[in-house]
C-alpha cells in the first residue's frame, strides 16, 4: 500500500542550526502540508503545497521555515534557525485532492525534531 | 476560531465498547475525521464522515455526528488490546482550493485485560 515517508525519524539539532526535514509524498498526490505537535500539545497546521507554491500557511510558519519540492518526488521544510520552542514531532502529510470524497490526508510517520 | 475539543484520557476492558467524544466550534467544516496514532507511528486514517450525515458504521467502528451540539463520538465494539492507541479528532475546511485539518489534542485509549 502506497505510504507517505519521512526522514529521519529522530533529530537532534543545535540551537540556532538549519535544520531539512524530508518527506517522500504518495506518488500521484497533488496536495502537501506539514503539521507539527508539541508534546502533549495538538497536532498543528503549518503550511499546505500545491502546484509548486504556498497556498496557505498559519502564523507559525514565519520567516524561519520553508518549504521545497526540489525534484517532483521529495517534500522538504527547512527550518533556518532552530529555537528550542521548535522541538516538536513534525508530520508531513499528502493528498490527490483539496476536499471531497477520496481526498483525505494521508500521513508520513513524523520525524521526532530535538533543539537542544 | 476553529477549535476542536477531546478528553485526554479513557480506559476500558476488552472486549467493552469505547466511546470517544470530540466537539468542535466551527459548524463549515465539509468532512470529521478519526485518527489513530500507535506508538511510532504517523497518523492513520481510521473513519470519516461527511457533515451532512449523522451516522456512519465501519466494521466495529461507529461515528455519530451531532451537527447542532457539534459533537462527534468514536464507538468501537469490542475494543481489543490491539485497539490501544492516541485517537485524533478532526474537522476539515476546504477554502482557497485547499484541505486544512484542525486537529483535538488526542485521547490516548488504554484497554486493560
Known amino acids: 500500500e502506497p505510504e507517505v515517508t519521512q526522514t529521519p525519524s529522530h533529530q537532534v539539532t543545535q540551537m540556532g542550526q538549519e535544520v531539512i526535514l524530508r518527506c517522500v509524498p504518495i506518488?500521484?498526490?497533488?496536495?502537501f502540508y506539514w503539521y507539527r505537535q508539541i508534546l502533549g500539545q495538538k497536532v498543528e497546521f503549518l503550511v499546505s503545497?500545491?502546484?509548486?507554491?504556498?497556498?496557505?500557511k498559519s502564523e507559525i510558519f514565519d520567516d524561519q521555515f520553508s518549504v521545497e519540492r526540489p525534484d517532483g518526488s521529495n517534500f522538504t521544510l527547512k527550518i533556518r534557525s532552530t529555537k528550542l520552542e521548535d522541538s516538536a514531532m513534525y508530520f508531513c502529510?499528502?493528498?490527490?485532492?483539496?476536499?471531497?470524497?477520496?481526498?483525505?490526508?494521508?500521513f508520513g510517520q513524523g520525524t521526532r525534531l530535538t533543539v537542544v | 476560531g476553529e477549535d476542536v475539543e477531546q478528553s485526554l484520557f479513557l480506559s476500558v476492558r476488552e472486549g467493552d465498547s469505547s466511546v470517544i467524544n470530540c466537539t468542535y466550534t466551527?459548524?463549515?467544516?465539509?468532512?470529521l475525521y478519526w485518527y489513530k496514532q500507535e506508538p511510532g507511528a504517523g497518523l492513520q486514517l481510521l473513519t470519516y464522515?461527511?457533515?451532512?450525515?449523522d451516522m456512519k458504521q465501519d466494521q466495529r467502528l461507529t461515528v455519530l455526528l451531532n451537527k447542532k451540539d457539534k459533537h462527534l463520538s468514536l464507538r468501537i465494539a469490542d475494543t481489543q488490546t490491539g485497539d490501544s492507541a492516541i485517537y485524533f479528532c478532526a474537522e476539515s475546511f476546504f477554502s482557497g482550493g485547499y484541505n486544512k485539518l484542525i486537529f483535538g489534542a488526542g485521547t490516548r485509549l488504554a484497554v486493560h485485560p
Open positions: 502529510a499528502s493528498s490527490t485532492g483539496a476536499g471531497g470524497l477520496n481526498t483525505e490526508a494521508f
Open positions: 506518488s500521484n498526490h497533488l496536495y
Open positions: 503545497f500545491y502546484n509548486n507554491e504556498i497556498s496557505e
Open positions: 466551527d459548524s463549515s467544516s465539509t468532512y
Open positions: 464522515i461527511f457533515s451532512n450525515m
